[in-house]
């Protein structure tokens, strides 16, 4: 595969989609579906690739079976079209071969560094930018699971190669490759504290990958601001965990660990986080992990009204926050992390600008006037209840004994509605409802019994 030329174009051209994936403009089309010209290059295509002229009819460029290359992506660049538009009914086509590219890209030894983590970081992004827009998109949840899959292996093979897909350097906040950062993020900090061949790295991987997906109906303008929100865009904010968790749980195949992530990963240990105010011990490994890698990427990139800030400085700015937001010890294995690739290659970085005034932390990780009143007993656990339509709920464990579980679920259930209930390290569980009961709180809790004996 030979390195491509920079085919970005010129993004005021009409034919460009807005790239923030919670707009409206990003949303895909109802039969088509945007991919920016560099994204491709195939010898012999397995989809349709369409024009699409100041908004008007798409127009058939190349067809199944055409090659597509690196020349015709710099001849469109030089026409100023930076997209082509692909049929919503071959976005399966498109997601495998988006996959053999980011894992040939990633295996190929005559590639450069840097084009080899442009390839690998846009595929992955393009996944995730369309899972944004539409995650019942058939098979798509799945695709991006493979490439956790992918992303784990590579990081137990070779974690310095595979480091260099965490973007350091000088770039803008944008929600997709803030996932991306966070998906390799995950992986490396799960690495270093658990090994690189523990099973949980491959699901920290995913769940960083996906940690943001409720974000998908919040503006721009909403996230990027600059000072303190209207209550009405804090509501936005704060529902996105809730939002994220219950598109994971509606997939195919819900990830329970990618669900936890998805709902606490702002959650802090002094009970000060959204959207349960759990603290210390309610908040699992998982979100603390997403927790500390979220924040650091997200203080570190640019934003309009700021520029990017250096690693170091930020690491400094959260180390105020230990034992307040963030776990120590995994805070102490993130920073362990980011020095040994700042001494490997301190040119990868953002270089440190004395003048550079790091942001507060609220600024990234608000925190509520007021948290919602706790249950009984939470524990912080996410539990997905998968119900027979294939419908999945996102849930907060109660209690959890040999006979059954005690959850929080905003859902109502029929009596002796048969279930599977999923959480993180054990197999499903078949389980029935009994009934709801009222805690001291006045919140409704929903109890299942197994249908066999399970160990608590």
């Not at 089309?29 to 989809?47: G, H, K, Q, R, T």
């Not at 390799?184 to 790295?201: D, P, Q, Y």
């Amino acid at each position: 595969m030979r390195e491509k030329p920079n085919c970005k174009g010129d993004s005021s051209v009409s034919n460009s989609p807005n790239h923030q994936a919670s707009e409206a403009g990003c949303r895909l089309m109802a039969e088509y579906f945007p991919v920016a010209i560099d994204v491709l290059n195939s010898s012999e295509l397995e989809l349709d690739l369409y024009l699409v002229h100041g908004g008007g009819k798409p127009v058939l460029y190349r067809s199944t079976g055409s090659a597509y290359s690196v020349s015709d992506c710099a001849l469109l660049a030089e026409r100023g079209i930076t997209h082509l538009y692909v049929p919503i009914t071959q976005h399966r086509g498109f997601q495998a071969l988006v996959s053999k590219q980011l894992t040939e890209a990633y295996e190929d030894p005559a590639l450069g560094r840097a084009e080899r983590c442009r390839i690998v970081r846009g595929s992955c992004g393009k996944m995730i930018e369309d899972f944004m827009a539409d995650p019942t998109l058939p098979g798509l949840g799945g695709t991006i699971a493979s490439m956790a899959d992918r992303f784990s292996a590579w990081c137990t093979e070779d974690e310095t190669k595979f480091g260099y897909l965490l973007d350091m350097s000088e770039h803008d906040f944008y929600t997709i490759s803030h996932m991306v950062n966070v998906g390799v993020g995950c992986g490396l900090l799960g690495a270093e504290l658990l090994g690189t061949e523990h099973a949980m790295v491959r699901d920290l991987v995913l769940g960083g990958l996906v940690h943001d997906v409720g974000k998908r109906g919040v503006p721009a303008e909403v996230l990027n601001k600059e000072g303190k929100l209207t209550d009405a865009e804090w509501a936005l904010i704060r529902a996105h965990p809730q939002t994220g968790a219950e598109i994971l749980s509606g997939q195919e195949q819900p990830e329970p660990l990618a669900v936890e992530m998805a709902l606490s990963h702002h959650e802090r240990l002094d009970g000060k986080g959204y959207p349960r105010g759990l603290v210390e011990a309610k908040i699992g490994l998982p979100a603390r992990i997403c927790a500390v890698v979220d924040v650091y990427d997200a203080m570190t990139t640019a934003r309009p009204y700021r520029g990017p800030i250096a690693p170091r400085k930020v690491l400094a700015k959260m180390r105020e926050e230990i034992g307040t937001a963030f776990d120590g010890e995994v805070f102490g294995a993130w920073e362990r992390v980011v020095e040994r690739m700042l001494e490997a290659d301190p040119e990868r970085a953002v270089p440190d600008d004395p003048g550079a005034e790091v942001p507060a932390l609220s600024e990234i990780m608000p925190v509520p006037e007021s948290v919602p009143a706790g249950t009984d007993a939470p524990t912080g656990r996410t539990v997905v209840v998968r119900r027979a339509d294939g419908s999945g709920l996102a849930g907060e464990l109660v209690e959890r004994t040999f006979e059954g579980m005690t959850l929080n679920v905003a859902a109502r259930f029929r009596a002796g509605e048969r279930v599977h209930l999923l959480e993180p390290g054990h197999k499903p569980w078949v389980a029935t409802f009994r009934s709801t009961r009222i805690n001291c709180d006045g919140v409704p809790l929903s109890v299942f019994k197994f249908s066999e004996a399970k160990a608590a």
